[in-house]
């Protein structure tokens, strides 16, 4: 058995990671969408927590797709040198 990764099998792993990255795209959209809302139990400034807890998270976001852009630039490398 062979362990070289056939083009079929690139593509299949783009589009995982396009589908992830859109998916992430989205999270992150939703994040900035909220930012500055306030909550139901807020008394109409938003609570400094969650600020941050927010911030975190968008933060962790954005580097998760950074990470997935890499990693679909390579695999779009990887296809490019197969073909």
């Known amino acids: 058995m062979t362990s070289e ?3 079929e099998q690139l593509r299949q792993e783009l589009k995982d990671v396009d589908e ?3 998916e992430m795209r989205r999270l992150a959209g939703d ?3 909220r930012r500055g809302e306030d909550s139901d139990s807020s008394i109409g400034l938003q609570e400094p927590e969650e600020i ?3 911030l975190t998270g968008l933060a962790e976001t954005e580097a998760v797709i950074d990470t997935l852009e ?3 630039d390579s695999i779009q490398a990887k296809l490019d040198h197969l073909n």
């Open 70 to 72: 890499q990693r679909r």
């Open 20 to 22: 992830e990255l859109a």
């Open 31 to 33: 994040v900035n969408a």
């Open 52 to 54: 941050a807890t927010e």
């Open 5 to 7: 990764i056939t083009a």
